[in-house]
């Protein structure tokens, strides 16, 4: 009889450890099955190369074979930027495709479309590429974490840095009419307090807009001698190219998702954009200071190979570079412990991890108290030829 206790108490603790790969969504004993939406096409396409450069890294980690002894299947859909589309790619990938978690879902009106559903069915949603800051917070979003520094935090640091450059001066502030531009609207009004109304004025524009010409020739009349500019890559190149061709010699300051070369500033024109300040956290491809950087050739090599006829200069390719090399990562330290729980107890458990294309300095580190992956930047302006540094490292206890 105690034999027979010894053994089933045995049953059951081997039942109640880590969960096999068969018990597992998307997870087999070759495959891990991993989900994304980006907006391939649309008014958002140029970020949706995040999702390229995702799939890129992708390929390459499973030509090394993969992640301890599997391969992954990343089945990413593209949604146009339309909430609707996002939800519909969302069930799909959860109920037919059967993916374990989500991985680098892109753009803020989807992911907060599809947030609850994910949640309802104890999916992950890991790395999104939003900075915005209702998904920073773990009680709400307890199964998401984000892939981008958030957007009130990145806002704060401008609002300090003109406050100290141009103290006595108007600001205008062009944004995305959603969460992603209202964000950085917030984060101005939180810093200024008071003196908000006084200190700034501000234009919104919708994604099915076909220009915001208008908008900045008002903005421009406002008296205001900087411009923030607040929303996605289309929109930022034709507001720095209107700023140009109206005249307004404002400091011009771009958010971080349009602060890319081939994405932005070039379609509105590298000599309109001279000048033009924007926050980041990865090196600049056209920057002669990385050209014997290891991180960076390792990434000119790998874009070579993966990527080959893309421009380079886009920065949205370098971002879901980085979200491939975070991605292994997490997927490493779980071992062979693929449960959904551990996935998500991972993705937060990221210690000093360097990122090759990251800035010195930067680097990421993830607790479970909180949703955010990154949390520092620094400030670049745009030479003409190249994005030149300046200032500190800032985090979220800087601005």
């Not at 105690?2 to 039942?15: E, G």
């Not at 980006?38 to 992708?58: D, E, M, N, R």
Request: glycine letters at 10%; a neutral charge; one cysteine or more.
């Amino acid at each position: 009889m105690i034999a027979k206790w010894k053994i089933a108490i045995a049953l059951a603790v081997l039942l109640s450890g880590p969960a096999s790969a068969a018990e597992e969504p998307g997870i087999s004993e070759t495959e891990i099955k991993i989900g994304g939406v980006f907006p391939f096409s649309g008014p958002a396409s140029s970020i949706g190369l995040v999702g390229k450069g995702l799939i890129a890294y992708i390929q390459s980690l499973n030509d090394r074979g993969g992640v301890n002894g599997r391969k992954i299947n990343y089945i990413a859909y593209d949604d146009s930027y339309s909430p609707p589309k996002a939800v519909e790619h969302v069930r799909k990938l959860v109920e037919s495709d059967e993916v374990s978690f989500m991985y680098g879902q892109l753009g803020t009106p989807g992911i907060s479309a599809t947030a609850k559903y994910l949640r309802a069915k104890a999916v992950p949603s890991l790395a999104i590429v939003s900075g915005s800051s209702k998904f920073t917070d773990v009680a709400n979003y307890p199964l998401t974490t984000t892939g981008l520094v958030s957007y009130d935090t990145e806002g704060k640091i401008y609002a300090k840095y003109l406050t100290k450059t141009l103290p006595n001066a108007k600001y205008a502030i062009l944004y995305q009419n959603d969460d992603l531009g209202k964000d950085y609207v917030n984060a101005f009004k939180a810093y200024l307090g008071g003196d908000f109304d006084r200190k700034v004025v501000t234009a919104s524009y919708e994604v099915t807009e076909p220009t915001i010409d208008s908008q900045i020739t008002n903005l421009k009349s406002s008296g205001a001698e900087a411009l923030v500019i607040a929303g996605t890559p289309k929109f930022a190149a034709q507001a720095i190219r209107q700023a140009s061709v109206i005249g307004w010699k404002a400091t011009v300051i771009i958010n971080f998702p349009s602060a890319s070369v081939g994405g932005t500033l070039a379609p509105a024109g590298l000599d309109k954009s001279i000048g033009v300040i924007a926050g980041t956290i990865t090196k600049d491809v056209a920057d002669e200071t990385w050209k014997n950087d290891p991180g960076m050739q390792a990434y000119k090599s790998f874009f070579e190979k993966y990527l080959s006829g893309a421009d380079i200069t886009n920065g949205s390719y370098a971002v879901g570079y980085q979200q491939g090399v975070l991605l292994e990562q997490i997927l490493k330290q779980c071992g062979n412990d693929l449960s959904r729980k551990n996935i998500l107890a991972q993705a937060k458990n990221l210690k000093n991890v360097i990122v090759p294309v990251a800035l010195p300095g930067i680097e990421v580190n993830t607790s479970e108290n909180s949703n955010m992956m990154w949390t520092q930047m620094r400030l670049q302006r745009w030479t003409g030829t190249t994005y030149q540094l300046f200032g500190d490292v800032l985090d979220a206890k800087s601005e």
